[in-house]
């Protein structure tokens, strides 16, 4: 396992499309996030998963954004009715509960274009 | 809401100069973690600091945790056209999902 994992790196979708995003953590991390980035922006928080549970979802997150992490292990993001403010980089990160500190490593992103 | 100010927000300047990009907040973070973010990927991570006042060192770079641990810098030693890039400070909160404040980055770029 060399790092986290997503899929595709590339998406572009017509307005009104749902679209689902796959990422697989570092095997041994029990904490997933996703993050949103906009252009020329830091990455922002969408919401945080420790094993299973999903324990924290931004305002960020509308209804039309869903997450789910059924085993504790890969996690997919969907969005529903994709709209034109939903282009972003989408950035999936793990993390070790009970490490010495709370190093995340980021995977390569997944760029939502929506047309 | 935490927020965290990343300075200069961009940086031009030419090989074998120094500079520092500073990360600044009013709030207090567990750790604070420096990543690279090159077009079209994901940030690397390079250095966390978790202590107040702590220093690290990365080769050229440079990286200090503030003593009340709201602030980070980067220093940059002898700048090269390698070190080009998106530089992007992180802090972590301290309770809960532990999730990271980004700064807005900082984009270098080292001319030969």
């Known amino acids: 396992d060399t790092g986290v994992s997503q899929d595709p790196r590339h998406k572009i979708t017509k307005r009104g499309q749902n679209v689902t995003f796959r990422c697989d953590p570092i095997?041994?991390?029990?904490?997933l996030y996703w993050y949103r980035q906009t252009l020329g922006q830091g990455p922002e928080f969408l919401t945080y998963f420790q094993n299973e549970a999903q324990l924290e979802k931004s305002r960020l997150l509308s209804d039309r954004f869903s997450a789910e992490r059924p085993k504790g292990s890969f996690s997919t993001l969907e969005i529903q009715r994709t709209e034109q403010g939903d282009s972003a980089m989408y950035l999936c990160?793990?993390?070790?509960?009970?490490?010495?500190?709370?190093?995340?490593?980021f995977g390569q992103g997944t760029r939502l274009t929506v047309v | 809401t935490q927020l965290l100010e990343q300075s200069p927000q961009f940086l031009s300047i030419q090989e074998g100069e120094n500079l520092t990009v500073y990360c600044n907040s009013s709030s207090v973070f567990s750790s604070l973690q420096w990543y690279r973010q090159e077009p079209g990927e994901g940030p690397v991570l390079l250095v966390t600091v978790v202590t107040g006042g702590e220093v690290k060192k990365l080769k050229r770079l440079t990286f200090q945790f503030g003593d009340a641990r709201k602030d980070s810098s980067l220093h940059i030693t002898a700048a090269q056209p390698g070190d080009t890039g998106l530089y992007l400070c992180?802090?972590?909160?301290?309770?809960?999902?532990?999730?990271?404040?980004f700064g807005q980055g900082t984009r270098l770029t080292i001319n030969p």
């Open positions: 990160a793990s993390s070790f509960l009970g490490g010495v500190n709370t190093e995340a490593f």
């Open positions: 095997s041994e991390h029990n904490r």
């Open positions: 992180a802090g972590a909160e301290i309770q809960g999902a532990q999730k990271l404040v």
